[in-house]
């Protein structure tokens, strides 16, 4: 038994290391944007969240990985907030694409855009 406890304990150490794991998403400073927003919304409006949220973007396609879910739909809302409403629904569009889970929200969304423009 004494002959096993050296190897079972460099298995154990062993199996404790692990390498460097790609991240699934890319979050930058989404959660912070959002915290910000609702906490200090006359320092975190709307084009502030547009000038952020773009950036993580842009730092996303940079290391090759995927937007957050929400990031697009977030943008979005923002855009529509600044009256940008047709980069709006590109955004809701991008969302509903990269997560599809998410469709039917955005095509609410779309549909509120669409309702908005004929009134």
Same mark, same amino acid.
């Given at each position: 038994?004494?002959?096993?406890?050296?190897?079972? &304990?460099?298995?154990?150490?062993? @199996?404790?290391?692990?390498?460097?794991?790609?991240? &699934? #998403?890319?979050?930058? *400073? %989404?959660?912070? @944007?959002? %915290?910000?927003? #609702?906490?200090?919304?006359?320092?975190?409006?709307?084009?502030?969240?547009?000038?952020?949220?773009?950036?993580?973007? @842009?730092?996303?396609? +940079?290391?090759?990985?995927?937007?957050?879910?929400g990031?697009? +739909?977030? &943008?979005? %809302?923002?855009? #529509?907030? &600044?009256?940008? @409403? /047709?980069?709006?629904? *590109?955004?809701?569009?991008? /969302?509903? +694409?990269?997560?599809? /889970?998410?469709?039917?929200f955005?095509?609410?969304?779309? +549909?509120?855009? /669409?309702?908005? *423009?004929?009134?």
């Amino acid at each position: 038994m004494k002959s096993y406890l050296p190897l079972l &304990l460099l298995v154990t150490l062993l @199996t404790g290391c692990q390498t460097a794991v790609k991240p &699934l #998403y890319y979050w930058g *400073q %989404y959660e912070n @944007t959002l %915290y910000q927003t #609702y906490k200090n919304p006359d320092k975190a409006g709307p084009a502030e969240q547009v000038a952020r949220l773009k950036e993580d973007l @842009t730092k996303a396609a +940079a290391q090759n990985l995927q937007p957050n879910p929400g990031l697009h +739909a977030q &943008l979005g %809302y923002a855009l #529509y907030q &600044l009256g940008r @409403t /047709e980069e709006a629904k *590109q955004e809701f569009a991008a /969302e509903k +694409a990269l997560f599809p /889970e998410s469709a039917v929200f955005m095509d609410r969304m779309l +549909a509120k855009l /669409e309702g908005a *423009q004929k009134s």
